[in-house]
């Protein structure tokens, strides 16, 4: 499979020209911040937490839930199992020399880490935009990216979110080189649709590992090829079987993983139906109470519902804005 990757990562120079430029300024960017936070680490609203390299406390994001799960707040409620055994792997790594999860080597590698991901992403990015749209579709694409803060401060906070993204962005990199679905390739051998299901079935498997929602998005996401599969492509009985057979491990797969997951799936929904703090100045509480109030009046009912979605629609782009006072009691 690495082969049937490198072959076809590597079949044009246009694509290493796209990426080129941002590429280098992600590098550069990461590599001055690695070294300005080694000394100043960036402030997070996290009591005590930080981003960087010098970080007393590395604000990965839900910190004790991925790394002491046992936690009384949590009880019986555990993560995905994928991103907590790579965080204690490296903790057990710098173990070797003494060093703690508290340690700036182990910052330091949590950190990297994410950083090689973040530009593996970006450069898959680059690519496929390149195979659908051309060379300036990807340029822009590429510069998107990597001048968006988001880019940088999950690199430099380590966080789950570029594992989700590469699991992502490599499965629409897969379609885009696939004969399976995209027709006229740029490149000369594209994958076969046998190469292509066995990729994609992996990186589900991969997706559902790291959290309920890559689950989630796999599960639908194969769904929609078996929908559009069109058999009559495979070369010969024993891939059409092999194909709908991973096809269908990696979902059952995922659906197991859910079931698994249940209990941090209902904490979830719970925290999410009563987060506190304020809503643009206005207290929660007091929103739910004037929204969630019992109606025999079907109009009021569907007012509440329609209510109800406007305000998680908002307070979820007002998330991606980063303002603050809409997420947290601080």
């Known amino acids: 499979m690495n082969q049937i990757i490198k072959n076809k990562f590597f079949s044009n120079k246009l694509t290493n020209k796209s990426f080129f430029g941002p590429f280098v300024f992600l590098f550069l960017s990461i590599l001055i911040l690695l070294i300005f936070t080694n000394f100043y680490p960036i402030i997070t609203d996290n009591e005590g937490g930080a981003i960087g390299v010098g970080a007393?406390?590395?604000?990965?994001?839900?910190?004790?839930?991925?790394?002491?799960?046992?936690?009384?707040?949590?009880?019986?409620?555990?993560?995905?199992?994928?991103?907590?055994?790579?965080?204690?792997?490296?903790?057990?790594?710098?173990?070797?020399?003494?060093?703690?999860?508290?340690?700036?080597?182990?910052?330091?590698?949590?950190?990297?880490?994410?950083?090689?991901?973040?530009?593996?992403?970006?450069?898959?990015i680059c690519d496929t935009a390149w195979e659908l749209f051309g060379s300036k579709v990807a340029k822009i694409s590429g510069w998107i990216y990597v001048l968006c803060p988001y880019t940088t401060f999950f690199v430099l906070s380590g966080s789950l979110t570029n594992y989700v993204f590469l699991g992502t962005t490599f499965c629409f990199w897969t379609l885009s080189k696939s004969e399976l679905f995209i027709t006229k390739n740029k490149i000369k051998k594209p994958l076969s649709p046998f190469q292509t299901i066995l990729i994609l079935s992996f990186t589900g498997i991969y997706l559902s590992f790291l959290r309920p929602t890559g689950a989630i998005f796999n599960i639908l996401f194969l769904s929609l090829i078996?929908?559009?599969?069109?058999?009559?492509?495979?070369?010969?009985?024993?891939?059409k079987f092999l194909s709908i057979f991973f096809l269908c491990i990696s979902i059952a797969i995922s659906f197991y993983e859910l079931k698994i997951s249940s209990s941090y799936i209902d904490f979830s929904l719970r925290i999410f139906q009563n987060e506190k703090g304020n809503f643009f100045g206005v207290k929660r509480e007091i929103m739910r109470n004037r929204l969630f109030i019992g109606s025999e009046l079907i109009f009021d009912k569907l007012k509440n519902i329609l209510l109800i979605a406007l305000w998680k629609v908002s307070d979820f782009f007002s998330g991606l804005n980063d303002i603050r006072d809409t997420h947290t009691i601080f």
């Open 56 to 124: 007393k406390i590395l604000n990965i994001g839900d910190r004790n839930f991925y790394l002491n799960s046992n936690n009384e707040i949590y009880r019986d409620i555990k993560p995905s199992f994928l991103y907590p055994l790579v965080l204690n792997l490296i903790k057990d790594f710098v173990g070797l020399w003494g060093y703690d999860q508290y340690s700036k080597l182990w910052n330091f590698l949590v950190i990297v880490l994410s950083s090689i991901l973040s530009l593996t992403s970006l450069i898959l």
């Open 226 to 239: 078996i929908i559009n599969l069109k058999l009559r492509f495979f070369a010969n009985s024993k891939e």
